[in-house]
């Protein structure tokens, strides 16, 4: 092999050789460990900002409300004229008229008493997010919520039926936090909004399969139901009663629920755990709640859980600089490769061509023996013949008119 060619190969080895050493250098930093990272409250509310600018559009407004008026749902369309209000949309007179009919439709004194009534009596059939928090909460954040939970499922043991250890493990963990809220000035005011709104979300069907699962495995706290009186009564601790580690698990849950409870509003908690399918999400959820605050719930149903949660981590600089050598490096090999095999290619292609040609040329006669050669005439021609001049017939004499004078 010629040594340009050498060189040339060699030559062409050198940028994937260099930037593989440079890929396992970085990957010994473990980039790809935490690729995410939080992003900071600022960063979040920018963010979400801006992503709710891309969405809500005056089409977007019109769209939604047509829906909510369309449906008679109260609660969508004061979401919805929060939401606009806040990006600069207005409804029309004609729109405003009809937003302000729905309002006075469901709002009236006859019709808050009789679906308070409802919601008082029956949470599942509340009609509207609102009475749920005046009417149907107000009862479940009290002892008595928590109490009538277990004697619920005292009933059910006393018929021989299986008990539901999740409202059971909810109920006590509500009454102990309630227990510490008296003794302590109100620091565990968030677990027992936390696990309140929990048990209200499974009565009302928000609560996900998966979710459901995760809280059946946490739901065997080791509560005592014969000591349920002294805690409600606070004559003995929660972990008295139950497994503190088990209590201690559940607990951090109700306390995340409890933050976003307290971040926006325990309805909207209660609504928003549809969007949660384990402890995790819970936790995006709290911290998401932290920063949109009220708008927590429209936040969601706007955008979407990927997006909303997406919005609260960045990927890491150096996860971005891995994975850019890393591409970087594929794409060198691949064109070092694509570069070799179309070399093979074209290389296999010039055979028939080179075939073909060769079987094409016009062959060289091939000399014969000397026996066989005859000789040639020479090419030269016999002399021409050349006829003598004629000789003289007389001697020519001078006229002696013409002849030449003396002087000549």
């Given at each position: 092999?010629?040594?340009?060619r ?8 050198v ?27 600022e ?104 109490l ?16 539901d ?56 706290i ?7 009186d ?9 972990d ?15 306390s ?21 399918d384990?402890?995790?999400d819970?936790?995006r ?15 969601l ?79 030269t ?28």
């Amino acid at each position: 092999m010629r040594p340009w060619r050498i060189l040339d190969r060699l030559l062409a080895l050198v940028p994937p050789v260099l930037s593989a050493l440079a890929l396992v250098l970085l990957l010994t930093q473990n980039p790809f460990a935490t690729p995410y990272l939080q992003r900071s409250t600022e960063a979040v509310a920018l963010e979400l900002r801006a992503a709710l600018a891309r969405e809500v559009t005056p089409e977007w407004y019109m769209a939604e409300m047509d829906r909510a008026l369309l449906a008679e749902d109260l609660d969508a369309m004061r979401m919805v004229s929060a939401v606009g209000g806040r990006h600069g949309i207005a409804p029309s007179p004609a729109l405003l008229g009809r937003m302000q009919a729905l309002e006075a439709q469901e709002t009236g004194a006859l019709a808050a008493a009789r679906d308070c009534a409802v919601c008082a009596a029956d949470i599942t059939a509340c009609p509207r997010v609102a009475l749920l928090a005046m009417c149907g909460v107000t009862v479940e954040m009290t002892p008595l919520g928590d109490l009538n939970a277990l004697r619920r499922a005292a009933q059910t043991a006393l018929r021989g039926e299986e008990v539901d250890r999740i409202e059971v493990a909810l109920a006590g963990v509500g009454l102990g936090a309630t227990g510490l809220v008296l003794a302590s000035g109100g620091t565990s005011v968030t677990v027992k909004a936390g696990a309140t709104a929990l048990r209200l979300a499974r009565r009302l069907g928000t609560v996900t399969g998966r979710f459901g699962e995760e809280l059946r495995g946490m739901a065997d706290i080791g509560l005592r139901l014969d000591r349920v009186d002294d805690l409600a009564l606070g004559r003995a601790r929660l972990d008295e009663v139950a497994d503190a580690a088990r209590v201690a698990r559940i607990g951090d849950l109700a306390s995340d629920l409890g933050r976003i409870a307290a971040n926006s509003s325990l309805t909207d908690a209660v609504l928003m755990l549809r969007h949660v399918d384990d402890a995790d999400d819970a936790r995006r959820l709290a911290r998401l709640s932290e920063v949109a605050g009220p708008d927590t719930r429209a936040t969601l149903e706007i955008l979407g859980k990927g997006r909303a949660f997406r919005a609260l981590v960045r990927l890491s600089d150096i996860a971005i600089g891995a994975a850019a050598l890393a591409w970087l490096l594929a794409g060198q090999v691949l064109l070092l490769l694509g570069e070799r095999i179309g070399r093979m290619i074209l290389a296999l292609l010039r055979v028939p061509v080179r075939q073909r040609a060769t079987a094409e040329a016009p062959r060289p006669r091939r000399a014969a023996p000397a026996a066989a050669i005859r000789p040639e005439p020479p090419l030269t021609r016999p002399a021409p013949r050349l006829r003598p001049d004629p000789p003289l017939r007389r001697p020519v004499a001078m006229h002696p008119g013409l002849g030449h004078t003396p002087a000549e």
